[in-house]
């Protein structure tokens, strides 16, 4: 018998729990991710709230006195209930309702702003904006390039919120930032990074959020673009960022799809490879990126322009599965057209937004989806126009804003294994984590970081993993191992057992139970295979290999070797002879009441109460004892 194989298919069957395609896998499909990120304000008075089970149009306050093609929106929900709590439009901030904050103005800007809560201060939330270089001419208030930041408390004007008057557009860096900002949890999942491209150095800085706060000091990471960025995307598992550059159109040598590895733990950005967007004929520039729910697919809206003619903008995708531009500029696949100032995307659970749709009349009053993001091809399910928006609000240049990222910190859940492993002596088992997926970070307490381990000793086992959901589960597998194996030793015709301690024994004979043989050993007194079931203290059970016994000679018994006992007898009455024996019973008068053959007892709990006669013989019939026995009932 191969135990160890046994044992390691008990554990597989009975721990393992395989994570199906329907299950949640990553942060942002996380409950609170998604209820923090349920209601969107955006474009030009444009509103979406997803609380219902399916986006649900209304109209907001959210534009920025007519200059909506440069919108910067940003809008935060409860992220238990789904309920809106603020939103800005770059210049403004805006109670749930719509009404105006008494300190909300913001550190003038036409770009981004982002989201982030306050680490272990509920109802507090960051709100960071970019000033950049004002080339346009088109702001009121000129406040000095650089990355700025407030802090909006919802505990204040009586549970409405406000901007904290202590903490209204604080300088974080003044260097000059271009238009491209996001923020994305860290590998602690109680740490947010804040990416922030900066033009004067072609680098990302990243900002490290956590409960100390913001530090001020960023990792700084090089990239090798060559003009400005449009929005950053950075993949569901976190560990991909693309960005998609936008110039003129005529500059399409230096228009670029640029993928990255991004680490989580550090900020760094590495191993960066760009992708040309131009092909025969066409100039390109590029608009928004998004990566699809699996990571597997990238979509870029792209701009182009037919060679002396008009130009036109549509939606592509990539596979990115494989980090090789050569490969992943092959897999573009064109989707859809889109108009020139709409087709920003974002990712929301597991559909992908579009601004607005195919290009004609009021397109702008529509946003478009991707229904099945992961599936290659016109397999995504483009659905254009898919959803209406309110009446008298409409999209801009940069609609859609950031993802609030909401950090899990104590979202945890726990396992505990307590099982007793019975070995004949193979004492090795592996113990496998519950799910198995790429990219968990396994720990054990025994300085492993696989998804399984190898022991050869009792003893309590424990793995710790971050889930792509930020989930830190924690399981622990407490293993006995308890070598129960037995084998027959003989001496003369004395059989034994090896190993032990044993609790019990029983000894069997052609498989059958030899009554009254429960002890450490046995005399056996007739040829047969004999086999010996034991048992230990840990609950483990085990039958020895047949042993045959064959040197047994004839032995004729007598009456002084036969003992028969209770007497008076309730229930059985055993009979104590060197052989297997015929047990026949008569009743007082002589009629036969039972007969037994090939054994040493005999069962007497339904006869009447009285006395009868046990008849003794052996295997040829010949009488070896009489005896009279008192039936009792209880």
Not at 11 to 34: A, D, E, M, W
């Amino acid at each position: 018998m191969n135990v160890k194989l046994l044992l390691y298919i008990f554990l597989i069957l009975c721990s393992f729990i395989p994570v199906t395609q329907g299950q949640k896998r990553y942060y942002n499909q996380h409950p609170l991710f998604l209820k923090a990120n349920s209601v969107w304000c955006f474009g030009e008075y444009a509103g979406l709230n997803f609380n219902s089970g399916r986006p649900v149009s209304f109209r907001s306050n959210a534009t920025w006195f007519g200059m909506t093609q440069y919108n910067s929106t940003s809008s935060v929900a409860d992220p238990v209930t789904g309920r809106l709590l603020f939103y800005t439009n770059g210049k403004q901030f805006f109670k749930g309702p719509g009404q105006l904050m008494l300190n909300g103005s913001l550190a003038d800007t036409s770009w981004t702003t982002t989201i982030v809560p306050v680490f272990n201060e509920p109802g507090r939330y960051y709100v960071f904006s970019l000033n950049t270089p004002d080339s346009l001419n088109i702001r009121q208030n000129f406040w000095p390039t650089g990355l700025f930041y407030s802090i909006v408390d919802m505990s204040m004007d009586n549970g409405r919120g406000d901007v904290d008057p202590a903490y209204q557009n604080v300088l974080l860096d003044g260097a000059r930032p271009s238009a491209s900002m996001i923020a994305v949890l860290g590998n602690q999942c109680d740490d947010i990074w804040l990416l922030v491209y900066y033009g004067s150095e072609n680098s990302v800085r990243a900002y490290h959020i956590t409960p100390k706060g913001i530090d001020p000091n960023p990792v700084i990471s090089p990239l090798p673009m060559q003009m400005h960025p449009s929005k950053m995307a950075i993949s569901p598992d976190r560990k991909k960022m693309a960005v998609i550059t936008h110039g003129a159109l005529q500059d399409n040598a230096m228009n670029r799809l640029y993928l990255s590895d991004f680490d989580a733990s550090t900020g760094k950005i590495s191993n960066t490879i760009a992708i040309r967007l131009d092909s025969a004929g066409r100039h390109r520039a590029g608009s928004s990126v998004c990566f699809s729910p699996d990571n597997s697919k990238l979509y870029a809206q792209i701009s182009y322009q037919q060679s002396g003619t008009n130009a036109y903008a549509g939606i592509y995708q990539y596979n990115v599965s494989i980090h090789d531009s050569t490969r992943i500029a092959q897999s573009m696949t064109f989707i859809a057209e889109t108009g020139l100032v709409t087709g920003y995307f974002k990712l929301y659970n597991d559909t992908i937004y579009v601004a607005g749709g195919l290009p004609g009349f009021n397109a702008g009053s529509y946003l478009s989806r991707i229904e099945r993001p992961d599936s290659p091809g016109t397999a995504c399910q483009y659905n254009n126009r898919a959803i209406s928006l309110a009446a008298g609000s409409s999209l801009s240049w940069q609609p859609f804003n950031n993802e609030v990222v909401i950090p899990f910190k104590g979202d945890s859940s726990f396992y505990h294994l307590h099982s007793t492993i019975c070995s004949d002596g193979d004492a090795s088992i592996q113990i496998q984590s519950r799910q198995i997926e790429p990219g968990y970070n396994y720990r054990w307490n025994t300085g492993d970081t696989t998804k399984s381990i190898t022991v050869d000793q009792s003893g309590i086992y424990t793995v710790t993993y971050n889930t792509g959901l930020c989930q830190i589960r924690s399981e622990t597998y407490e293993i006995t191992l308890s070598n129960i194996g037995t084998a027959i030793t003989v001496n003369g015709f004395q059989l034994s057992t090896t190993g032990g301690p044993f609790t019990s024994y029983q000894w069997l004979r052609e498989g059958v139970i030899i009554p009254g043989a429960t002890k450490s050993t046995h005399t056996v007194t007739e040829n047969g295979a004999y086999q010996v079931i034991v048992s230990n203290a840990d609950g483990c059970t085990d039958t020895s290999a047949t042993y045959v016994v064959s040197n047994v000679g004839i032995k004729h018994m007598t009456a002084d070797e036969i003992s028969i006992y209770p007497n008076p007898a309730q229930n059985t009455v055993y009979i104590d002879a060197p052989l297997s024996v015929t047990v026949t019973v008569l009743n007082i008068e002589g009629r036969l009441v039972a007969r037994q053959q090939n054994t040493r007892s005999v069962a007497i709990g339904n006869f009447s109460e009285g006395i009868y006669l046990l008849k003794i013989t052996d295997k040829e019939d010949r009488l070896l004892k009489m005896e009279k026995i008192i039936h009792l009932k209880q």
